[in-house]
T-cell receptor, first 117, second 113 residues
Framework: DAGITQSPRHKVTETGTPVTLRCHQT?????MYWYRQDPGHGLRLIHY???????DKGEVSDGYSVSRSKTEDFLLTLESATSSQTSVYFC????????????????FGQGTRLTVV | QQQVKQSPQSLIVQKGGISIINCAYE??????FPWYQQFPGKGPALLIA?????SEKKEGRFTISFNKSAKQFSLHIMDSQPGDSATYFC????????????FGKGTHLIIQP
C-alpha cells in the first residue's frame, strides 16, 4: 500500500469530543490528502497539503482542520465530532510531475472507520 | 454540484461478458481522468487513467474510451472475471492533480460465475 499508514483503523467516539486521525507516509511524496467515503457519495476531498505547513480546503472541509508539521505526517482533526462525520476516512499521497510527464497516481491508505455516537 | 456523474450505480455481468461503466463531467478544466478499483475493506487503487489528448487507452482487459466533445468517458472490462467484482470509481482532476481528485459516486460491479 505504497507506504501509507493510517491510525487508528477503527474508532468509536461520542458526539462533541475531539478526534484526531493520523496519516503517515514513507514515500516522501509532496502532496497529501484526506477524503471521506460515504455510501452514495463516493469519495469527497476534505483537505489537502502541498508541503509542510501548506494546506488548503477541499469540497467538504467544514468541521475539519488539518496540520502538517513534517513531510511524512498529515493530521485530520474533528474539533467537536458530530454524527454526520461518521464515515470512512482515507488518506492519499501523490507526487506531481511536469505537464509533459506522467500524471501522478494518488496512492490511498487502508482507511479509518470512524463512528460518532 | 456534482462535477462527475457515474452510472450505473450497480451492475451484474456474467463471467466472460463485457462490463461497461460510464462517466460524464462538467468542468472543462479537467485534464486527467483515472479509474479506481476498490475491494471491501481496502483503499481505492488506480486501475487505468487517460488524458484528453487521446480517445482510447487499453491496458490488458481494461479500456478507457474518452469523448472530449461530449465530456464523457467510460471503462470497458473485457472477458469479465469474478475477481473483477469490486466497486469502481471514475475521477477527474486538473492541473496535474495537485489539488485532489473529484470522484463519481461509484459502481458496484458483480461478475457472476
Amino acid at each position: 500500500d505504497a507506504g501509507i499508514t493510517q491510525s487508528p483503523r477503527h474508532k468509536v467516539t461520542e458526539t462533541g469530543t475531539p478526534v484526531t486521525l493520523r496519516c503517515h507516509q514513507t514515500e516522501n511524496h509532496r502532496y497529501m490528502y484526506w477524503y471521506r467515503q460515504d455510501p452514495g457519495h463516493g469519495l469527497r476531498l476534505i483537505h489537502y497539503s502541498y508541503g509542510v505547513k501548506d494546506t488548503d480546503k477541499g469540497e467538504v472541509s467544514d468541521g475539519y482542520s488539518v496540520s502538517r508539521s513534517k513531510t511524512e505526517d498529515f493530521l485530520l482533526t474533528l474539533e467537536s465530532a458530530t454524527s454526520s462525520q461518521t464515515s470512512v476516512y482515507f488518506c492519499a499521497i501523490s507526487e506531481t510531475y511536469n505537464w509533459g510527464g506522467r500524471n501522478t497516481e494518488a496512492f490511498f491508505g487502508q482507511g479509518t472507520r470512524l463512528t460518532v455516537v | 454540484q456534482q462535477q462527475v456523474k457515474q452510472s450505473p450505480q450497480s451492475l451484474i455481468v456474467q463471467k466472460g461478458g463485457i462490463s461497461i461503466i460510464n462517466c460524464a463531467y462538467e468542468n472543462t478544466a479537467f485534464d486527467y481522468f483515472p479509474w479506481y478499483q476498490q475491494f471491501p475493506g481496502k483503499g481505492p487503487a488506480l486501475l487505468i487513467a487517460i488524458r484528453p489528448d487521446v480517445s482510447e487507452k487499453k491496458e490488458g482487459r481494461f479500456t478507457i474510451s474518452f469523448n472530449k466533445s461530449a465530456k464523457q468517458f467510460s471503462l470497458h472490462i473485457m472477458d469479465s472475471q469474478p475477481g473483477d467484482s469490486a466497486t469502481y470509481f471514475c475521477a477527474a482532476s486538473k492541473g496535474g492533480g495537485a489539488d485532489g481528485l473529484t470522484f463519481g459516486k461509484g459502481t458496484h460491479l458483480i461478475i457472476q460465475p
